[in-house]
Structures are given as C-alpha cells and as structure tokens.
C-alpha cells in the first residue's frame, strides 16, 4: 500500500530488477485478504503459474523470505515432472 513514489525509492534502493506494483487504495490487499493494519500489509507471498495462485504463504519470515521462495519455486518445479 505504498506510493508509487515509496516503491520507486525501495526498487532503487535495492536495485530491483522487475517492477513492483502500488496498492495504494488497498484492493488487492482486499482481494487477496492481506491483512492491513494502518495501512501497512502483512509481509505475504503469492505464487501464481499460469494466472492460477499455486503457493501463498500467509507467516512470511522477511529474513528468509527470498530462499523460501526460491525453495517452493523449486518444489513446484519438481511437482511438472
């Protein structure tokens, strides 16, 4: 629910390579039932292939957030063979 401008200083921050999206009325976070306390959403993670969400993982731990993901991509992977 940051502004476009919060998420343009995060991506450079730290050197995003792919664009963030802006929720700044909070209809995803709605849509998608992400609890947002004050205007600031819970740290979630969405996975989707093919338009469909095959992975949500609701108790992000923002430490291991990237490997975590990088683990159900991988076992994702795994579940197309």
Do not use: W
Request: net charge negative; proline share 6%; with cysteine.
């Amino acid at each position: 629910m940051d502004t476009i401008a919060e998420q343009r200083a995060f991506s450079e921050k730290f050197d995003i390579p792919f664009p963030l999206l802006c929720d700044t009325t909070g209809i995803i976070c709605e849509a998608y039932r992400v609890e947002h306390p004050k205007s600031r959403p819970r740290r979630e993670t969405f996975l989707f292939r093919n338009g469909v969400l095959v992975h949500h993982d609701r108790a992000v731990n923002p430490l291991s957030q990237a490997s975590d993901v990088i683990i159900s991509i991988n076992e994702l992977v795994g579940d197309e063979s």
